[in-house]
C-alpha cells in the first residue's frame, strides 16, 4: 500500500462519496482523496441530506481497497470515528462520538460519517469512506436538525484553517486504517472509549415508535445494547433505528 495520497480538491460537486465511488469503479488505487468546496448533493445515514455552505466545511471522501469480507467494512466506520476525533484533538480540540456516526463538540454535532462499499461475489471491491466537518459557520448557517448543531468557530472560537485540519484527518485515518488492518480490535476499544452515547439514557426511533433504555455497551461489529425500560436487552443495529440521547 503506498504511503503517499493522491488529492483532488473540487470547486462544486454533487456528491464527493460519489466522485471516490467512480475511482473505484475505474480501477483507481486506495488513499486517493476527494475535497469539496461545495457538495450540492451530500447525504448523510438513513438517506438524509447533508448540507455545507461553500468554503465553511471540511468535505471529504477517500477511497481504499480493504482487504476484509464485506461483513467487515462497516469497521470503517470505527476507524473514521476515530481518526476525526483525533485530528481534532491534535489541534487542541476535544471532540466525542455519538453512536453510530456523528462527532460531537460537547452535546451538538459538529459532523459525520459515511461508509459505502461496492460488493462482489462475496469480496470487497472498494470502500468509500466519507467525512464531513462543520468548521466556519455562524448559527444561521446550519441546517435545521432534530439534535443540536454546531460548527468548530462557534463551539471554540476558533476559525480553523482547513487545510491544517485536512492534513491532521488524513494522516489520522491512514494511521487507524493501518491500525484496524493489523489488530480491529485495537481501533474498536479507541472507538468505545470515545463513544459520549454509552451510559446514557437514549431513544430508539424506529418506523413503529419509539422505545426508551440505557445504553450499556458496543460490541466489536458496531452494535448497540441496550436495556430497555422494560427490563430486556436489546442489541440496535446501525441503519435499524436513530437513537437519540
Avoid at 482487504?67 to 481518526?83: C, H, I, K, R
Avoid at 471491491?125 to 455562524?138: C, D, E, P, T
Avoid at 455497551?217 to 442489541?235: H, K, M, N, S
Wanted: proline share 5%; glycine share 12%; net charge neutral.
Amino acid at each position: 500500500m503506498s504511503s503517499a495520497w493522491r488529492i483532488v480538491c473540487l470547486h462544486e460537486v454533487g456528491s464527493t462519496n460519489d466522485v471516490a465511488s467512480r475511482a473505484g469503479e475505474w480501477g483507481i488505487g486506495e488513499r486517493l482523496a476527494i475535497f469539496a468546496e461545495l457538495q450540492t448533493a451530500g447525504r448523510g445515514r438513513m438517506g438524509r441530506r447533508w448540507e455545507v455552505p461553500r468554503g465553511l466545511g471540511l468535505i471529504c471522501s477517500t477511497l481504499w481497497h480493504p482487504p476484509v469480507p464485506p461483513e467487515l467494512v462497516g469497521g470503517l466506520a470505527q476507524v473514521a470515528g476515530v481518526a476525526a476525533a483525533q485530528a481534532l484533538g491534535a489541534i487542541g480540540i476535544a471532540a466525542r462520538l455519538k453512536w453510530p456516526n456523528d462527532v460531537l463538540l460537547g452535546e451538538a454535532k459538529c459532523g459525520g460519517i459515511l461508509i459505502e462499499s461496492a460488493l462482489e461475489a462475496g469480496r470487497t471491491r472498494y470502500a468509500v469512506v466519507g467525512v464531513g466537518l462543520n468548521v466556519l459557520q455562524a448559527a444561521a448557517e446550519l441546517p435545521p436538525a432534530p439534535y443540536p448543531a454546531t460548527s468548530i468557530w462557534l463551539a471554540t472560537g476558533r476559525r480553523l484553517d482547513r487545510a491544517e485540519l485536512a492534513a491532521r484527518l488524513l494522516d489520522m485515518l491512514a494511521e487507524r486504517y493501518a491500525d484496524w488492518l493489523d489488530d480491529p480490535r485495537r481501533v474498536f476499544e479507541a472507538w468505545r472509549g470515545a463513544l459520549a452515547t454509552l451510559g446514557r439514557r437514549v431513544e430508539l426511533v424506529g418506523s413503529n415508535g419509539s422505545l426508551f433504555g440505557e445504553a450499556l455497551d458496543v460490541e466489536p461489529d458496531g452494535a448497540l445494547v441496550v436495556r430497555l425500560d422494560g427490563g430486556w436487552i436489546e442489541r440496535v443495529v446501525s441503519g435499524e433505528v436513530s437513537v437519540r440521547a
